[in-house]
């Protein structure tokens, strides 16, 4: 404690420096403070880069986008083939069916026709037979097929209706999702192709794969691994459409099938028995046409026969009855010959020789008269044969046209026609009275 000493520190103020020493702790805890802003500015500002980083990740976010909307595309593209490749297909069970159903109708035009030419028979020969009731079965039957087919054919155009709805519905998916993905490469394939090149890797060819529809299980797996703001609901709901009207055309086109084949071996069938059924009326014609034209020729001899024993007859009476003049009896002819004279001088001998004369012309005159009445007979049951045979002959002849005309309209390869046709040679009622004369 010496006397310079306090001297010294009475100089120096202690509220000077407290202000100084104040203003040095500000300054540290500015420092301080200005440090750790700049520790905190390090770890929460910005980078310089910012502006890249920001491109880098909005461009992958758009490129992770327009990947999977092009997974959808393909997807989207693969239903719209597979329902345009259905839609063929159904186009052409449609043909098959339209196919089936003219054949049907003509069938059961050529069943009118065979019905109106069967009434150019005779009134005799119009009777209801077999052949009438087979071909009546026969329009009943190709009436029900064509119903049938009828219906077959109204559900494949309100498919087909579906099926270009749901097309059109896809195209116009595709068409809205593929308008951000004008600058990627649609292809899959090639997309793979160009990195294996870049890469140096060797390429595969593509492969051709056969085209089959996508399954609902399929669809549901793939579906799961598209985003949500890829797949949205109208693509959604265009492929379950897809998949529902491909499933439900699939089994339409197995009935139109089904039932094509059924029309068919009904058809044919049908077609068969008429045809056995005219084959065996003809027949049956012929063989009766035959007996008849054989009875004919037996009654034609037994008129022969009948007519000579007239005549025999007819000259027999004439020799019971004699010469007509008187003058021209012989001297043993007359009933007063000598002999007869010398005879009766006696009483009670009369001769029945007069009697016996005009009793044997008399049954002359009588079996003459029967005669005649069996020879008119039988010309009568002649008349009728003939006349029956040339109705056997007509029918014959319009049963073998109908029948050719079935065969040779057979294979539908004609053009339906509103008039009705006509058999010109058919065999002629007074033609054949006139052939017939000569039995």
């Not at 595309?73 to 693969?78: M, N, P, Y």
């Not at 098959?96 to 020969?125: F, V, W």
């Not at 063989?287 to 007859?313: F, I, M, P, W």
């Not at 029918?395 to 053009?415: E, M, P, S, Y």
Request: a positive charge; proline letters at 4%; hydrophobic letters at 35%.
């Amino acid at each position: 404690n010496s006397p310079g000493r306090r001297e010294k520190m009475s100089v120096v103020s202690d509220k000077w420096k407290e202000t100084s020493i104040h203003e040095i702790g500000l300054s540290q805890n500015v420092i301080a403070l200005a440090e750790n802003g700049l520790a905190v500015g390090r770890r929460a500002d910005p980078l310089p880069f910012l502006r890249d980083v920001c491109v880098k990740e909005s461009n992958d976010r758009i490129h992770a986008y327009v990947r999977a909307t092009r997974n959808l595309l393909l997807k989207l593209r693969k239903w719209f083939i597979a329902t345009n490749e259905e839609i063929k297909s159904l186009n052409r069970s449609k043909e098959a069916l339209e196919k089936a159903l003219e054949h049907e109708r003509k069938d059961i035009d050529l069943n009118y026709e065979c019905t109106h030419l069967r009434e150019q028979r005779t009134a005799k020969e119009k009777e209801p037979d077999g052949v009438d009731e087979l071909i009546s079965k026969e329009v009943v039957r190709m009436s029900s097929l064509k119903r049938l087919l009828e219906f077959q054919l109204r559900r494949v155009q309100q498919q087909l209706q579906a099926l270009g709805m749901t097309r059109a519905r896809l195209a116009a998916v595709i068409q809205e999702r593929s308008r951000v993905a004008d600058l990627i490469c649609h292809s899959l394939a090639s997309s793979v192709r160009s990195a294996s090149v870049i890469r140096g890797g060797p390429v595969a060819p593509p492969r051709k794969k056969a085209h089959s529809a996508p399954t609902p299980f399929a669809l549901k797996a793939e579906n799961h691994d598209i985003p949500e703001g890829v797949m949205t609901p109208e693509a959604s709901q265009a492929m379950a459409m897809a998949t529902e009207n491909i499933a439900k055309s699939e089994a339409i086109r197995k009935e139109v099938v089904s039932t094509i084949s059924r029309a068919e071996v009904t058809q044919g069938s049908v077609h068969n028995a008429v045809n056995q059924g005219f084959s065996q009326k003809i027949s049956m014609t012929l063989t009766l046409q035959q007996h008849l034209q054989v009875s004919n020729g037996e009654t034609n001899l037994a008129g022969h026969k009948c007519q000579r024993y007239y005549d025999l007859q007819e000259k027999a009476q004439g020799y019971a009855m004699g010469p007509v003049a008187s003058s021209d009896l012989t001297t043993r002819e007359r009933l007063d010959r000598p002999v007869v004279k010398v005879y009766q001088r006696h009483p009670g001998t009369d001769l029945p020789e007069a009697l016996h004369v005009i009793d044997a012309t008399g049954t002359y005159v009588d079996s003459m008269q029967q005669t005649m009445k069996n020879l008119q007979l039988l010309k009568l049951a002649g008349s009728r044969l003939r006349d029956d045979i040339a109705h056997k002959k007509i029918a014959a002849g319009v049963d073998k046209g109908v029948l050719q005309l079935r065969r040779r309209k057979a294979n539908h390869r004609w053009v339906m026609d509103s008039q009705p046709h006509k058999i010109t040679s058919l065999p002629k009622s007074s033609g054949d009275r006139g052939n017939e004369g000569g039995v």
